[in-house]
């Protein structure tokens, strides 16, 4: 059952919308699993030659995006790779290095579009091909309430077996989607979906408000005829760099009533002195 890849982060009671975002060079400027070779590579888990070939996946990925043909192959290296991995050694060494690899290629634009989401009482799911153990802490990061990723086989050792066992990719996003709409009352009219790529069509299709971010050419297309929004998110920035915000109404209203009673004392305390001695 699908429903049982898709985890909350965080326990809140849930609107009856969403904002579906795919992940990688939707709401981050890379791929999500690539861009953690080298601290897999730090912590013993590939060697020099495995980071060379993630980097340069990387770079075809920035490059041009992935097709289907190319997500395949993609998906049979790394599902090869991880085998034999410790899955506690992975999310520790995720953990470790989450902040400063991740929280530097967030989009600006992506993060407001979450705040903007929830200030409108829609639940944020991400839903990503990419690895649950990588996907669900940067889910945590970014105030998601929910995350589909892909799942991994793990052996009674505590090790990848290199098998797959829930892939969240394609048609399979639509249906994480539609099954969690079943079981959380979304109303997928009134729903919206994120994604770059062509490959997710099934999943902009299934909801009322999709959405193209750096789209590939093939999806860019596919927007430009059915009249879909078209957006560009061009500028990564640190998550703590966006703290900075205003302080919540309930401080702003106990400031002023603060003030007010300090200005009118002074005001008694001056209107005291003014009045002369009996």
Not at 15 to 39: G, Y
Not at 122 to 133: F, H, K, W
Not at 230 to 245: E, G, N, S, Y
């Amino acid at each position: 059952m699908v429903g049982a890849y898709a985890r909350a982060v965080e326990n809140h009671s849930l609107p009856r919308t969403a904002a579906f975002f795919d992940l990688d060079k939707t709401v981050i400027a890379k791929s999500s699993t690539l861009t953690f070779s080298k601290s897999f590579y730090q912590g013993g888990l590939i060697n020099r030659r495995a980071v060379l070939r993630t980097a340069y996946a990387q770079f075809l990925f920035l490059a041009g995006g992935a097709d289907h043909d190319q997500m395949e192959r993609m998906r049979e290296y790394l599902s090869t790779l991880c085998r034999g991995w410790n899955v506690q050694q992975v999310k520790e060494i995720v953990a470790e290095t989450l902040h400063d690899l991740i929280d530097p290629i967030i989009y600006d634009e992506a993060a407001s579009l979450i705040e903007e989401h929830h200030t409108a009482g829609r639940d944020v799911v991400i839903v990503s091909t990419s690895g649950a153990e990588v996907v669900e802490p940067i889910g945590e990061m970014l105030g998601a309430d929910r995350v589909v990723a892909t799942r991994m086989v793990v052996g009674g050792d505590g090790c990848f077996t290199g098998e797959v066992e829930y892939y969240a990719y394609g048609p399979t996003k639509a249906e994480a989607i539609k099954e969690l709409a079943g079981s959380e009352g979304y109303d997928l009219a009134r729903c919206y979906a994120y994604s770059d790529s062509a490959t997710d069509l099934p999943m902009l299709e299934s909801v009322g408000h999709p959405h193209a971010v750096n789209p590939d050419r093939a999806l860019r297309r596919e927007a430009v005829a059915r009249g879909w929004p078209v957006l560009d998110f061009h500028r990564p920035v640190r998550l703590k760099q966006r703290l900075a915000a205003p302080p919540r109404p309930a401080l702003v209203a106990a400031a002023a009533i603060g003030a007010a009673a300090a200005t009118a004392g002074l005001v008694w305390y001056a209107s005291r002195r003014r009045t002369p001695a009996v």
